[in-house]
């Protein structure tokens, strides 16, 4: 995706922080996992391509298990189209694949799981 100018980057900038802030408030409020999960946004790094035509991102995230402090950084490329579609496939890729939620012994049932909307991930890291 070509991304032109200051202004192009800034709004680029906002609509990744709103589709992470997204993401995590629908976790934060999921009755299942109740915070359990957070999509951390580290960098985003802007790069110009060599014609100077204008710029591409690369988004660097963490993606961060509150209750087995289980952490890995993904890097995603920036596409306005689908990026949050592509953030939602790495949280649902962290907690199916990664995390194993659903090989646990017992499985996470509703009501039944630890509430981990009070733990912050600066608690953690």
């Known amino acids: 995706m070509v991304i032109f100018g200051f ?3 800034s709004r680029i900038k906002k ?3 709103e589709a992470v802030n997204k993401i995590n408030n629908n976790v934060y409020n999921d009755d299942l996992w109740l915070g ?8 985003i790094r802007f790069q110009r391509f060599e014609d100077w035509s204008g710029y591409t991102a690369l988004i660097e995230i963490t993606l961060l298990d509150k209750r087995t402090n289980l952490i890995k950084k993904e ?3 920036y596409s306005e189209i689908f990026l949050e579609s592509h ?5 649902n ?6 995390v194993k939620v659903w090989q646990e012994d017992p ?12 733990i912050k991930w ?4």
């Open 75 to 77: 890097y995603v490329s």
């Open 107 to 118: 499985r996470p049932q509703l009501g039944q799981t630890q509430n981990f909307r009070d």
């Open 7 to 9: 202004k192009e980057k």
């Open 87 to 91: 953030l939602w496939k790495f949280m």
């Open 122 to 125: 600066k608690d953690i890291l």
């Open 36 to 43: 359990r999960f957070e999509m951390i946004l580290n960098k």
């Open 15 to 17: 609509n990744i922080k």
């Open 93 to 98: 890729d962290f907690i199916v694949e990664t």
